[in-house]
Structure formats: C-alpha cells, structure tokens
C-alpha cells in the first residue's frame, strides 16, 4: 500500500496509529516531501507530489489478508492523509521499491555532501523526532531529508550542504548534534542499524545509563579479557582515577561492531 499525506506530521502521526494498533504491518518505510520528489523525478516511480509517504505492506495467511489490509489501511488514514491505495500488480510494487532504494544516491543531485545518520527512537516518538529535525534544518538553514525504517522507530536523517563551504560545513556538525541531542532526549539511540564503531563511541555514553554501560563493559571483557577483538570500538575508553589504598581501577574494554555510516539497509 501507499498512503500520501500533505506533510510528514501527518505521516509521522499515521506510523504512531499504524504501530499502536493490533495489526501491524509487516513493513513500514517513511520519506519525507523530498524523498517523494526525488522517488518520482529520479527514481521514475509513479507518485503524486505530497508533502510525505508511506509504504506499508501486510503478509499472512490468504484469509487474513484482506482484513489486515483494511485495518492497515484505517489505521494510515487520519488528519492530512491525502489518499491510501494498494499496488495493482507485482510489477508497481516492485517499482516503488527501486524508486525507494535509489534514494540515497539520488541525494547527490541535491547538495554534494552530506551526513547520514541511522538514529531511532521508540515508535510512539517518531512524530516528535521529525519535528525536531525539521525545527533544526529551518535553524540552520540547510536541507535535512528523512526517510527509513519507521515501522521500527529507525530513520535515516540526511543533512545535505556543501563541504567546500567552510560555513555550511560548520553548520552541518551543529545541525548533527542538535539531530543526536534530539534523539537522546527522545529515548533513542544514536544507531538503530548501522552500528556504533569509532564515529560514535563518545555519544555512547551519553545515550545509556552508568549501569548499562558497566554491565556491557563486564559482558566484553567476559568474552573478551584481552581486549584484541576489533579493538577500540563502540565502548569509550575509561578515564582512569588516581588509585587508592583499597581499589585499583581497570582498563577500559571495548565492543566489536564495525562502524557503517553509509547505506540504505534492509526493509
């Protein structure tokens, strides 16, 4: 199914209703307005223009289908849905994948550079996650573009500028930790698919508790004592104190995920 809504408010509250709800959709994928543009005028996929979209598809047993169908589909109507329909064929389904997995590179036509962010937030945050982003591009006066997984909370923020403009370049690295601060005070995290690595392991512990990061600090060295399995990722290093006469601080232990900051991902 597609469902077009006149801006991504509206759609980032139609992924809220559609998640909330008992019939949930097997897969669920966000793009904002320039996402749609890009879809139709890059990607060759046949959409109207709207100010967002959303591709939602139900699977199941034969005799359920059409009923989750219909709940998917009330679910995705609400406040600034402009229409809900399905793919007529397998050939028009298969199509609005290609246009949606072409949208990553047909960013370029856009802006030269950009920062990809994979960031994720709780379902129900999704609709306050995109109005953070959109309060920062307007801040600081650049292009952001949003699309991703929002079946599970997980967007792709695209902050588009020009890396050989020294000013814009300034303003996209405030624009990202306004974007992390965002998803932060928003219970998220600062990667829900992509992975932590080097680029982020400073923002880890921002993200969690002193107690989770103890605990995955103990589960890494269990596993790990020596600290020779892709070290240096994910986990910050500890800041070592002055030892007194009754403790002995340890040496930090770190993660093995790789760090990815480009992609699209799966559905």
């Not at 990553?104 to 036509?109: E, K, Q």
């Not at 699309?147 to 996209?172: M, S, T």
């Not at 600090?217 to 070290?231: E, M, S, T, V, Y």
Request: hydrophobic share 50%; with cysteine.
């Amino acid at each position: 199914m597609r469902a077009l809504y006149d801006d991504v408010a509206s759609a980032a509250a139609a992924v809220a209703r559609l998640m909330a709800q008992p019939v949930t959709p097997s897969m669920l994928e966000f793009m904002d307005g320039d996402c749609v543009r890009l879809a139709r005028e890059v990607g060759g996929a046949d959409i109207p223009a709207a100010g967002a979209l959303l591709m939602i598809e139900a699977d199941g047993e034969a005799t359920m289908l059409d009923a989750a169908v219909a709940a998917l589909t009330a679910a995705a109507q609400g406040p600034g849905c402009l229409e809900v329909t399905s793919a007529p064929d397998e050939a028009a389904r298969e199509k609005l994948w290609a246009a949606r997995k072409a949208l990553s590179p047909a960013l370029r036509t856009l802006a030269p550079g950009k920062i990809n962010e994979d960031v994720v937030v709780p379902v129900s945050r999704i609709p306050d996650l995109v109005a953070a982003v959109r309060a920062t591009a307007e801040a600081q006066a650049l292009p952001i573009v949003c699309f991703g997984h929002a079946g599970n909370g997980n967007l792709h923020v695209n902050i588009l500028y020009d890396p050989a403009d020294a000013d814009q370049a300034a303003r996209a690295d405030i624009a990202l930790e306004a974007v992390f601060d965002a998803v932060i005070a928003l219970d998220g995290q600062v990667s829900g698919e992509h992975g932590i690595g080097l680029a982020k392991r400073e923002l880890l512990a921002r993200a969690l508790s002193p107690p989770a990061m103890a605990l995955m600090r103990a589960i890494k060295a269990q596993f790990d004592p020596d600290g020779i399995l892709n070290p240096g990722k994910v986990l910050p290093p500890v800041v070592a104190a002055a030892p007194s006469k009754k403790t002995e601080n340890s040496g930090g232990y770190f993660c093995a995920t790789p760090d990815i900051n480009e992609g699209i991902g799966g559905p």
